[in-house]
């Protein structure tokens, strides 16, 4: 079992920066893989940004994001941030991270089956 908390939502104006952290405890030695999706009200929860928890630390972001937001590791701390720069009234939204194997399922990274475990979200708002 894993547990996760993410934290570091709020309101931001366009043009600024957020950085979420998603910190992990329980069951979190091992190979896994760490994504972050979003989701606004009536639309299905997207993807963000993968991250593979091993020694190559590959990543996956959506197009959107590509260029402005980061993700990235701190072992010590069982926590994946997501540095989220020049934001826009368009990344409004609840975000989740959630944790998944880091073989496939079958699934891809940027498919919420992929994962096994979900934090609550933290929500974030850029104004315009």
């Known amino acids: 079992q894993v547990q996760l908390v993410e934290s570091g939502g709020g309101l931001v104006q366009a043009g600024g920066s957020l950085r979420l952290s998603c910190a992990a405890s329980g069951r979190t030695s091992g190979d896994y893989i760490v994504g972050w999706f979003r989701q606004t009200p009536g639309k299905e929860r997207e993807f963000v940004a993968a991250?593979?928890?091993?020694?190559?630390?590959?990543?996956f972001y959506e197009d959107r994001v590509k260029g402005r937001f980061t993700i990235s590791g701190d072992t010590a701390k069982a926590t994946v941030y997501l540095q989220m720069n020049s934001l826009k009234p368009e990344d409004t939204a609840v975000y989740y991270c959630?944790?998944?194997?880091?073989?496939?399922?079958?699934?891809?990274?940027?498919?919420?089956?992929?994962?096994?475990?979900w934090g609550q979200g933290t929500q974030v708002t850029v104004s315009s």
């Open positions: 991250l593979k928890w091993n020694e190559a630390r590959s990543t």
């Open positions: 959630a944790v998944g194997a880091s073989t496939s399922n079958g699934y891809v990274v940027s498919r919420q089956e992929r994962y096994s475990y």
